[in-house]
């Protein structure tokens, strides 16, 4: 290791503060006020020193500490990513969502022979006519069944005398039976 | 979160499965509602208590609320699509569709040349389908939403009016 006397300190001091040292400079310029050897003129400038290298074995770039120092940024930075990926997918899913979902709102559309027609009253008036056709129909439908039970209910009186007329009989039979 | 992400569509598009009979009787009325000789009138339910201005029991209001469309789509006997009567065809998709076992027929009636047919949805969450033919025309009267008993009901005895 190479090791500088306080003169060449002194050099290299005046070459620093004029920033015109190299890296290696700077290093030996550290090397020697660390050692512990220092010339009594060049003290005031120990702390200066003492310190960048405090700081550099805080920092130390060969610590086995460094990969935990970086893993929580790359976490944060895939949290991050992540939260956002979320996000989006809730926005897609909103989307989505507004444009599947039938529109429930004042709505009323006329179309006759593929032509659009703004007229309200119409459109209703259209609705009801053929609202009405199907409900005329309907009425048809509960007379037709309504005669249909009657003729029912008329075919069952007239049978209710039968009726009457094998029960007699059935217990005629079963009293002969008896006896 | 994969696992929220998938129980999260599987919410959103449950309803749209079981609507999946409702979306293929829009798909066909859209598909025909632009023709020549064709109307179509297309109803939301808050069109249909302005209609009413307003003036509807609870049990009204309550079936309203159950109906997200009517589609009302009418087919003059004259409209062709080539050589074959569009009406044929409108016929050949809609039977494609609710002869079918989620759908059920609850009404069949003939009077002489006319023929009303219901068909409704096994599902509430659905369509109720009138099928109208008579010789001038051929209607298609759909009501959407939730169709139960109440409604069925309603529309058998007359209940839905636009005016």
Redesign the interface.
């Known amino acids: 290791m190479e090791t500088i006397d306080s003169k060449r300190a002194g050099d290299l001091l005046e070459r620093y503060f004029e920033a015109e040292t190299t890296l290696r400079e700077e290093e030996l310029l550290r090397d020697y006020f660390s050692n512990g050897d220092v010339s009594p003129e060049h003290a005031v400038y120990i702390q200066l020193f003492c310190a960048f290298s405090e700081e550099r074995e805080k920092l130390n770039v060969t610590s086995p500490a460094l990969p935990e120092m970086i893993m929580p940024v790359r976490n944060s930075t895939r949290k991050f990513h ?1 939260r956002w990926m ?1 996000v989006a ?1 809730a926005a897609a ?1 909103a989307v ?2 507004f444009l ?1 979902i ?13 032509v659009n027609v703004r007229n309200r009253e119409l ?6 006519l ?2 009405e ?3 005329s ?5 509960r007379d ?1 069944s309504n005669k249909q039970i009657d003729n029912m209910n008329k075919i069952g009186d007239a049978l209710s005398p039968f009726k009457s007329l094998e029960k007699i009989l059935t217990q005629t039979t079963v009293s002969d039976r008896l006896e | ?1 994969k696992k929220v ?1 998938i129980i ?2 599987a919410a ?1 598009l449950c309803p ?1 499965i079981a609507m999946a009979q409702a979306k293929q009787i829009h798909l066909i009325l859209d598909k025909y ?15 249909l208590q ?2 009413g201005n307003g003036n509807y029991n609870a049990s009204t209001k309550e079936l309203l609320s159950k109906i ?3 589609r ?1 789509v ?1 087919v003059k006997e004259d409209a062709v699509e080539g050589t074959t009567p569009l009406r044929i065809i409108i016929r050949d998709d809609l039977d494609k569709v609710l002869i079918s076992p989620k759908f059920s027929r609850v ?1 069949k ?1 003939q ?1 002489g040349e ?1 023929l ?1 047919e219901l068909f409704v949805t096994k599902e509430s969450d659905g369509v109720l389908v ?1 099928l ?1 033919t008579s010789p001038k025309e051929f ?1 298609v ?1 759909s009501i ?1 939403g939730n169709i139960d008993k109440s409604v069925i009901n309603a529309v ?3 209940g ?4």
């Open positions: 992540f979320s997918a899913l989505f969502a599947m039938p529109e429930k709102g004042d709505s009323l559309k006329l179309i006759i022979d593929g459109a209703l008036t259209k609705a009801d053929h609202l056709q199907v409900n129909l309907l009425v048809r439908f037709g | 979160m992400l999260v569509l959103i749209y509602e632009k023709r020549k000789k064709v109307e179509s009138i297309i109803i939301s339910p808050a069109v302005m209609a997200s469309e009517m009302i009418n009404l009636m009077d006319e009303l009138f109208a209607a009267i959407f058998m005895t007359g839905i009016k636009v005016k």
